[in-house]
C-alpha cells in the first residue's frame, strides 16, 4: 500500500488530446479524484475539430491552479511528437504519461510513486521508468481482461536494451518518469515510434526500470484508438501472414529508431550497449545468415515463440535494405524533421528522386492504408511521396504521420480543392517526373516499373515530346471493368470520360500506343512540360482540371503516351462521392472554361448545339433510369437539376475577363497549329450517349 509519503512530490500528468469528446471528460474526472494531491495536468492539443479544446478550456477555468494548455503553433505532431513536447515543458519531480480515453484508479499516482521512490532510494540519482499493469476494458469500461500484460502475452521483467530495440512492452498511458530520465530522453526525434518506446530504451540503457504488478487503470477499447491491444492468439498470428508487406515496413522503422538512438547516445554507451545497438542496426544491411547470428548471438527478442518465430523468419527472408545512418551528432544535437523531412533525405544536397508521387486527400483515412501500402511495394523504389490533406476531421494526417514517417506531408487548414492542393505538392516536389495519384487507388506491385520504364524511355510520338504518360485504370469494385484505359476522352463541350470507361476488360485498347491527355487520377507528368505551360488552374478547385491542363500542354507540342501494361485499381470518385450536387456544380461549370480557354474558334461556335444535343441525351437517360444523371435525379429534383445548370453557367461566365486574358495567353504559346488541335480534338471525342451512360 503507498505511504503517507507519497503526498511531499510534485507529478506533472502529461495529457495529449486529439478529437477526444466522447471520453475525455471521465478521464479528467478520474484524475481529479487521485488520492496524491500534488499534481498539475499539462494538456496540449493535436488539432482536434470536435469540441475537445472546449472541454479542456472548461476544466482549465474551473481548476485554474491544477489544469494548464500547453500552446504552441506547430499544429498536428502525432502522438510520439506531441507527447515529446508535453515532456519537454514539464518541470515536476516525476512527469506521468496519460491518454485521453482512459480511466485511472484512484490510487494510481500514489501507488506508481512509491514503487518510483523505492527504485530511486535503492539507485540513486539516475534515470527510472516506472510502468503498471491494467485492465482492458470496452468502449463501455466493461472488463475484457484484469490484466493487460496476460492479455497481450507480455513479460515486463524483459527490460534489457537487447529486449526492447525489438519489441516495446512498456505501454505509454502507464509510464512514470522521473527528472533525470525526462531531461535524457527529451527531445524525443522523429524517427521513434513511440514516445514510450523511447524513453523505455533511454532507461534500459542508462538507468532502470521499474513495474508495478496491480493494474492501477482501465485501459479503454474503442473503433477511434489510435494504439489498441489485441488479444494474442494463434488466430492472431495466423490472420498477419496476410499482411506480411506492413510487418516488414514495421521492422524498417524499428532499425530506423534504432539508428536514431545509437546516433544521438553514441558517446554515453557502455562498450556492451554499443556492440548491441551498433549489431541491431546492421541487420537489414547484412546477409541473410548474418542476421540470424546477430539475432542469437545478442539475444535480439521480444515475447513470446510465435513472435520471435515470426520475426526471425520475416528478417531471414527480407531483402537489404539501405537504412540511412544519421549524422554523429550526439546528445547534445539530436538531429531533427522539419516540416519538408530534411534528415530523411530532403535536405540541401540531397539526392533528388526520380519520381514524385502527389496525393491529395480530403478525408480519405478509410482508403490510405492500402493506397500507401501499394506504394511502399512497389519494385521501383526512386520515388518521394508527399501527402497533401485538405483540412480532414477523420485522423487522416494522424494516421499518415504515425504509420509513414517517410511521407512528406502538406496540411491545409481547410479544403483548397483537388487542383490547388496539388500545385503545393508538385511546388514542393524534387522529382523529374510528378505522378499525381487519387488517395483511393491501389497499384499492382510493378506499376511503377513499368510506367517509369516507359517514360524514361519515351521520345514522344508523332513527332511530339512526350510529356504526359496515360496507365490503365480498373475499377476497384470490380476489377475485370475498366475504368480508363489510356487516359481521357473528350465529348465536344470539353467534359472528358475515360475510355473504355464500364466496359469489360479484353485488352481491347491495349495495343493504343498514344493517348490524348491522362486522367489526374493517375497521371504522369514531365517537370519539364509542367514549368512551361504551368501546373493545374486553381480556380477549378476540382474536375475538370486535368482535361484543362492536358489540352495545355498538347497545345505546347507535348504528347501524351498510354502506357496500359501499368494497371492500378480505382474506387471510382470514393473521396467526392460518384453523384452529389456539389460536383454537379463543378463540372457543369467547368467544361465551359475548359471551351473558352482553349477551344479552337470554331469549335466553341458548335459548343452550344453540342451542349443541348448532351442535354437531350441525358433527359432520356434519366427517364430510362440510366447513367449519373440518373442517380443524381433520384436525390434532386428536376427543378433542383436545371438550378445547378443555371447557377454553373452563371458562375462561369463571372470569370470571362480572366477566361478571355487566359485564353489569349495560351494562343501566344501554342506550339501547334489551330487545323491540328481540331483534327486532335476531333480524333479524341465521344458521343453525348457514351458521355452519359458511362458515368
Known sequence: MPTNSSNLHSVDILLSTYNGIAYLEPQIESLLKQSHKSWRLLIRDDGSTDGTIEIVERYVAAYPEKIIIVKDTEGSLGPTLSFSRLLERSSAEYSLFCDQDDVWEPDKIAVTLDSMRSIEAESGSVPVLVHTDM?????????????????????????????????????????????????????????????????????????????????????????????????????????????????????????????????????????????TVTAFVSLLRSSRFTRLKLLFKFGFKGMGFLRNLGIYLLLFFMPRSSVNRRAEVGKGGPVMLNKDNQAMGFGPGAKAPLLSIIIVNWNGERFLGQNLESIFAQSFKDFEVLF??????????????????????????????????????????????????????????????????????????????????APKILSMQDPGVIDSVGGLLLYPNGIGR???????????????????????????????????????????????????????????????????????????????????PFKAYLVERNHLWVALKLFPLRNLLLFPFYEVWRYLAQVRAVRSGQGAGARLAGEVSMSGLIGIVVKAYIGAFAHLPSLIAKRRALKKRSNISTREFRELLKLYSISAKELVLKD
Open 498 to 580: 475515360g475510355q473504355g470507361r464500364n466496359e469489360v476488360d479484353n485488352a481491347q485498347y491495349d495495343s493504343n500506343k498514344s493517348a490524348l491527355i491522362p486522367s489526374a487520377c493517375a497521371g504522369l507528368y514531365r517537370r519539364e512540360m509542367l514549368e512551361e505551360v504551368g501546373l493545374f488552374d486553381p480556380d477549378f478547385f476540382a474536375y475538370c482540371e486535368d482535361t484543362d491542363l492536358g489540352l495545355r500542354g498538347r497545345l505546347a507540342g507535348w504528347g501524351c503516351v498510354s502506357v496500359p501494361a501499368a494497371t492500378l485499381k480505382h474506387y471510382y470518385s470514393g473521396t467526392s462521392g460518384s453523384h452529389t
Open 388 to 469: 497533401v490533406d485538405n483540412g480532414s476531421t477523420d485522423g487522416s494526417v494522424r494516421f499518415v504521420r504515425l504509420n509513414y514517417p517517410e511521407v512528406r506531408l502538406v496540411e491545409n487548414k481547410e479544403n483548397l480543392g483537388f487542383a490547388r492542393a496539388n500545385n503545393q505538392g508538385i511546388e514542393k516536389s524534387r522529382g523529374r517526373f510528378v505522378l499525381t495519384l487519387n488517395n483511393d487507388t491501389i497499384l499492382e506491385d510493378s506499376f511503377l516499373e513499368i510506367l517509369m520504364g516507359v517514360a524514361t524511355a519515351s521520345s514522344g510520338t508523332g513527332g511530339q515530346r512526350a510529356g504526359m504518360w
Open 135 to 275: 485492465k482492458v476494458v470496452d468502449s463501455s469500461l466493461g472488463v475484457l481482461s484484469d490484466s493487460f500484460w496476460k492479455y497481450q502475452n507480455l513479460n515486463p521483467g524483459l527490460a534489457a536494451l537487447r529486449n526492447l530495440l525489438i519489441l516495446n512492452n512498456v505501454t505509454g498511458c502507464t509510464v512514470m518518469v522521473n527528472g533525470p530520465l525526462r531531461k535524457l530522453a527529451t527531445p524525443i526525434p522523429p524517427e521513434a515510434i513511440l514516445h514510450d518506446w523511447w524513453v523505455a530504451l533511454v532507461a534500459a540503457a542508462f538507468g532502470h526500470t521499474g513495474y508495478v504488478k496491480s493494474p492501477t487503470m482501465l485501459y479503454r477499447q474503442h473503433a477511434s484508438n489510435v494504439a489498441g491491444s489485441t488479444s494474442y492468439s494463434i488466430n492472431y498470428f495466423l490472420s498477419r501472414l496476410g499482411s506480411l508487406g506492413s510487418t516488414a515496413r514495421l521492422l524498417e522503422r524499428i532499425v530506423a529508431q534504432a539508428v536514431a538512438f545509437e546516433s544521438t547516445y553514441k558517446s554515453m554507451f557502455k562498450p556492451t550497449d554499443l556492440k
